[in-house]
Nanobody
Framework: VQLQASGGGLVQAGGSLRLSCAAS????????TAWFRRAPGKEREFVAA???????YYADSVKGRFTISRDNAKNTLYLQMNSLKPEDTAVYYC?????????????????WGQGTQVTVSS
């Protein structure tokens, strides 16, 4: 499976962006998928996940502002980001095929996209 993230950019605080992650391969619909991010000088951290069942999970820092979704017919994962804050500035990565139990840790994902930069100005 190959993942291609896109949709990042520069936005003012309070604005919105939608990230997309296009996946190759017919097994995408059976994978649990997620978004992570890495801010400058920090470790990669969990943002949101959507299981193959459709169940979603969010980091507390983005709950109520971000929405994760997927379109299995298009093999695409999305992250709608609203009310963006400067602290949301990071490189955002999509991930697929959770092989762990929480699906909230970097080490639990088998496939990764290349990352897309999101910069939120104050």
């Amino acid at each position: 499976v190959q993942l291609q993230a896109s949709g990042g950019g520069l936005v003012q605080a309070g604005g919105s962006l939608r990230l997309s992650c296009a996946a190759s391969g017919r097994a995408f619909s059976s994978y649990s998928t997620a978004w992570f991010r890495r801010a400058p000088g920090k470790e990669r951290e969990f943002v949101a996940a959507i299981m193959w069942t459709g169940t979603t999970y969010y980091a507390d820092s983005v709950k109520g502002r971000f929405t994760i979704s997927r379109d299995n017919a298009k093999n695409t994962l999305y992250l709608q980001m609203n009310s963006l804050k400067p602290e949301d500035t990071a490189v955002y990565y999509c991930a697929a095929q959770c092989i762990g139990t929480t699906c909230r840790r970097v080490a639990e994902y088998h496939y990764w996209g290349q990352g897309t930069q999101v910069t939120v100005s104050s």
